[in-house]
């Protein structure tokens, strides 16, 4: 620790006192400092990832680093733009909503159109 007070910050290089300190991978941090490199949103133990000296949010960290290609990002959790063109889905805008042109599941469910 260096003489006149604590640790430097990893960020902002300004001195970190022990009450407002955070450490990660040998490196302390203000409290106010300890964010996500990409969205800036407050990190702590458990939602965390270091590359290289810089800090990230597991979301971020695994949108730069993780696996790409097909199959990577798609699912529940991710929002899909495609709106079924290359399936030959017609969509019709009415009113403030968007209609799939979809005959076949409509018939499927025994629904009228």
């Not at 990190?43 to 990832?49: E, F, G, Q, R, Y």
Request: proline share 2%.
């Amino acid at each position: 620790m260096p003489l006149g007070g604590g640790n430097k910050c990893g960020c902002c290089q300004k001195t970190v006192y022990f009450a407002e300190e955070v450490q990660c991978d040998g490196q302390s941090f203000h409290r106010s400092c300890f964010l996500c490199m990409v969205c800036r949103k407050n990190l702590d133990s458990t939602t965390v990832a270091v590359h290289e000296n810089e800090i990230y949010c597991k979301a971020c960290y695994g949108k730069k680093y993780g696996p790409k290609g097909y199959g990577y990002g798609a699912g529940a959790g991710t929002l899909s733009m495609d709106k079924g063109e290359s399936l030959g889905i017609k969509h019709v805008e009415h009113g403030t909503g968007v209609v799939s042109d979809v005959q076949s599941v409509a018939r499927g469910w025994n629904l009228q159109l």
